[in-house]
């Protein structure tokens, strides 16, 4: 049922707004549109129109390589479509304009100075269509450009306000502060097409309070959403994989200067068709499935939520302090749903934009731009919120967690602590996609899965029994992990959960001198212990050291300058 209302979605809106999207002489359509900004040439003798492309590849595969190359007649610049490697350099480096007719660089703060002024028109560069064998690059034709000046200009733009951090900072200095302008026309006029659409065919379901009326409504409402994220002018082409990258990437909206255009009517990547498999995919994976789940409207933390010890295990995905900016990344989605969802879910779209003030993050414009408020806020919710979990639950309580950084791991570990509850242990679950924007990065590849139970403790613990047994336990673990395969931050900070559990059976642990360890104190202990297991037996000097230890967890992958920095302090003496 799901299939068919959204064939039928599709099918009305394709009627409304399908001679957009015009066909080729073989009666076929595009798949992508490829769009570069435009930026001018500060050279007063130039005044160049350049497209800000970041890449002139538009396919680079290891058997197939597609590129654009320049044209320059005077200062026009135009292009034709080249195969192999090419030695030119694309024209946009860090926002920076290299211009190619003249040679000047235009600074990016100018570049800025223009989008803030006019905005920066965009350019149709590149057309992409697909076949049974591969995926087909050519110059746009004349009716494909001039179909442009036929979308109406007179569309609706939701004007919500985007939070500066959504957008990774980046697009508020560009003057992208709306989510309304994260849209082309034609992309604007494709989703308030598919929102009205969805109105029409919710009066022809049998509107009534039934769970499979809000289960399907609900779905198309998802489908459009997916829509969304691929009609964005904010998206990416991935060049290696040839298909069109949502704008999530980084899980933040960067300022984006080249951009891939969808035919949403194609069935092809970012098309609707694909969105559509991608649920369906999901609706008959989990139809089968005898258990069900039951969704409370409720915050974390409400200690009103669930009886006291009710629950047998909890699962749960904490954020970290400003990592993720989840309220006001989920406007995105919200300007929308409030449009196809409000009169099914009224409480859950109430707001004119998704609740913030409340929100378990550290995003200091929230707290009137200070930043160690919104750092309280966050430490004291998550502590708030573990304790509740304490509270209510009476078996295990399974926490994921994916930051490798030794501030993150000691926030965690004194919320869980100060909540009354021990770690038992860790483990490295590979979770993360490598691929896309990941490739060559020392991005964790896996999340670490932290198991807890209620807290017993033993009473004082003396440093140096804690410490040799921490040794202990992270040496096994760290042999036991590398034999697996695990390396780099994904094997260092599978050993903290570890050694906090020898850490957290008592109430304090103390130094001879009567001080207190700290669990900062606790991490770099179980840092260094797992560095040492990895040089055991090996003999040599510092710089030596450091080589094999390096080679050992990360390889030859990138990595930042902070975690070599840090990485010298584990057991070494050496700038």
């Known amino acids: 049922d799901v299939e068919s209302y959204t064939h039928q979605l599709l099918k009305l809106t394709e009627a409304n707004i399908g001679h957009l999207y015009p066909v080729d002489a073989k009666n076929e359509r595009p798949i992508i549109y490829y769009w570069a900004r435009i930026g001018v040439c500060s050279n007063p003798s130039c005044k160049a129109e350049v497209p800000l492309l970041r890449n002139l590849y538009l396919c680079n595969k290891s058997d197939k390589i597609i590129h654009l190359n320049p044209i320059i007649t005077g200062n026009k610049i135009n292009f034709s479509i080249g195969t192999g490697k090419t030695d030119k350099e694309p024209f946009c480096k860090r926002g920076n304009i290299v211009c190619p007719v003249c040679g000047n660089t235009t600074d990016v703060k100018l570049i800025k100075e223009q989008s803030l002024v006019n905005g920066l ?213 919200y300007v929308w749903m409030k449009r196809t969802l409000s009169t099914l879910y009224p409480y859950n779209f109430a707001t004119p934009q998704t609740p913030k003030s409340e929100e378990c993050t550290a995003l200091k414009h929230h707290h009137g731009g200070d930043y160690e408020k919104a750092k309280l806020h966050f430490e004291n919710k998550l502590l708030q919120i573990f304790s509740v979990i304490e509270a209510q639950t009476s078996g295990l309580v399974s926490i994921m967690f994916a930051h490798q950084s030794t501030e993150a791991w000691t926030t965690l570990c004194n919320s869980i602590l100060g909540a009354r509850m021990n770690i038992t242990g860790s483990w490295a679950i590979d979770t993360e996609r490598t691929s896309g924007v990941k490739v060559d990065k020392a991005f964790l590849s896996s999340s670490v899965t932290v198991s807890c139970l209620p807290l017993s403790p033993q009473g004082f613990g003396d440093y140096k029994e804690v410490r040799k047994a921490i040794e202990n336990t992270v040496t096994k673990e760290v042999n036991e992990l590398y034999r697996l395969g695990f390396r780099g931050a994904d094997l260092l900070t599978a050993c903290f959960g570890q050694a906090v559990s020898e850490f957290g059976k008592y109430e304090k642990v103390e130094k001879a001198d009567g001080s207190e360890v700290t669990v900062a104190e606790l991490l770099e202990m179980a840092r260094e212990s797992a560095f040492n297991a990895l040089l055991k037996g090996f003999d040599g000097d510092e710089f030596t050291k450091f080589y094999i230890g390096w080679l050992q967890l990360y390889g030859f992958a990138e990595s930042d300058f902070d975690d070599a920095a840090r990485f010298t302090r584990v057991g070494l003496s050496i700038e």
Not at 169 to 181: L, P, V, Y
Not at 207 to 229: C, G, K, N, Q
Not at 234 to 249: Q, S, V
Not at 286 to 292: A, D, H, T
Request: aromatic content about 12%.
């Open 121 to 333: 028109p965009s350019r149709l560069i590149a057309v992409i269509e697909d076949s049974r064998e591969t995926k087909k690059y050519r110059l746009p034709n004349q009716r494909e450009i001039d179909i442009i000046n036929e979308v109406p200009t007179d569309i609706e733009i939701p004007d919500a306000m985007m939070q500066r951090n959504s957008g990774g900072g980046d697009t508020f200095g560009w003057g992208i502060t709306k989510w309304g302008q994260l849209y082309t026309n034609r992309q604007l006029l494709a989703m308030h097409s598919f929102v009205k659409n969805l109105s029409q065919i919710r009066s022809q379901i049998h509107a009534d309070t039934s769970e499979y009326y809000r289960a399907i409504v609900t779905y198309l409402a998802l489908f459009v959403d997916r829509m969304a994220t691929r009609l964005t002018a904010f998206g990416l082409w991935n060049t290696k994989a040839e298909t069109l990258e949502h704008a999530f990437a980084r899980q933040a909206i960067p300022m984006v200067l080249d951009y891939p255009e969808t035919n949403p009517f194609s069935k092809s990547t970012g098309g609707a068709y694909n969105q559509l498999d991608w649920i369906l995919r999901f609706v008959e994976t989990e139809s089968p499935n005898s258990f069900n789940s039951v969704c409370n409207n409720t915050s974390s933390g409400d200690i009103n939520q669930f009886n006291t010890k009710s629950l047998e295990a909890v699962v749960t995905d904490p954020p970290y302090y400003d990592a993720i900016a989840y309220a006001d990344i989920s406007d995105y989605f």
